[in-house]
């Protein structure tokens, strides 16, 4: 009798062992089946930020161009605007000097000093050149002046 109820007892171990083993396994089957869910859900969602990515670097590109365009343009009007200033102050001035003077990069006594000296030495270089020889205004600063006001005199 020990026998047969050591059997039994032995035998109801094992199918709750296997009963066990069988739940831990469906739980792990069902959480399996979840994670697999999961993950093909998150293909789609990456799938879908991807081509929201690609769409958002054609903006992007567009968006450059289109900027790009505009600062050409801009940098264009300023150019004209420029240009158009300059030849409306080029009719007030006589000379490249007269453009100097009104903006005070020579003084009337270095420009009467250089006079002086352009007489006194019978030079035969314009007075913007002697300007610049007797230092008082640099070489570079005559040349840009030179290329704002092309139709203005050295004298």
Same mark, same amino acid.
Request: aromatic share 4%; no cysteine; charged share 35%.
């Given at each position: 009798?020990?026998?047969?109820?050591?059997? &039994? +007892?032995?035998?109801?171990?094992?199918?709750? +062992?296997? &009963?066990?083993?069988?739940?831990?396994?469906?739980?792990?089957?069902?959480? =399996? #089946?979840?994670?697999?869910? #999961?993950?093909?859900?998150?293909?789609?969602?990456?799938?879908?930020?991807?081509?929201?990515?690609? /769409?958002?670097?054609?903006?992007?590109?567009?968006?450059?161009?289109?900027?790009?365009?505009?600062?050409?343009?801009?940098?264009?009007?300023?150019? &004209?605007?420029? /240009?158009?200033?300059?030849? !409306? /102050?080029?009719?007030?001035?006589?000379?490249?000097?007269?453009?100097?003077?009104?903006?005070? =990069?020579?003084?009337?006594?270095?420009?009467?000093?250089?006079?002086?000296?352009? $007489?006194?030495?019978?030079?035969?270089?314009?007075?913007?050149?002697?300007?610049?020889?007797?230092?008082? +205004?640099?070489?570079?600063? &005559? !040349?840009?002046?030179?290329?704002?006001?092309?139709?203005?005199? $050295?004298?």
């Amino acid at each position: 009798m020990e026998i047969v109820l050591g059997a &039994v +007892v032995g035998f109801l171990l094992l199918v709750m +062992v296997l &009963v066990s083993t069988q739940r831990s396994n469906a739980a792990h089957e069902e959480r =399996l #089946r979840g994670l697999h869910a #999961r993950r093909r859900a998150l293909a789609v969602d990456l799938r879908k930020l991807q081509e929201n990515m690609q /769409q958002l670097k054609i903006v992007e590109h567009e968006l450059r161009r289109k900027l790009a365009e505009a600062d050409e343009r801009a940098s264009r009007e300023v150019e &004209v605007r420029r /240009q158009r200033e300059a030849r !409306q /102050q080029a009719s007030r001035f006589g000379s490249i000097l007269d453009v100097l003077l009104h903006e005070r =990069l020579l003084s009337a006594e270095q420009l009467a000093k250089a006079r002086s000296y352009k $007489d006194q030495t019978r030079s035969h270089y314009p007075l913007s050149e002697i300007v610049t020889m007797l230092d008082y +205004v640099k070489a570079d600063v &005559v !040349q840009r002046m030179r290329q704002r006001y092309p139709k203005l005199s $050295d004298e």
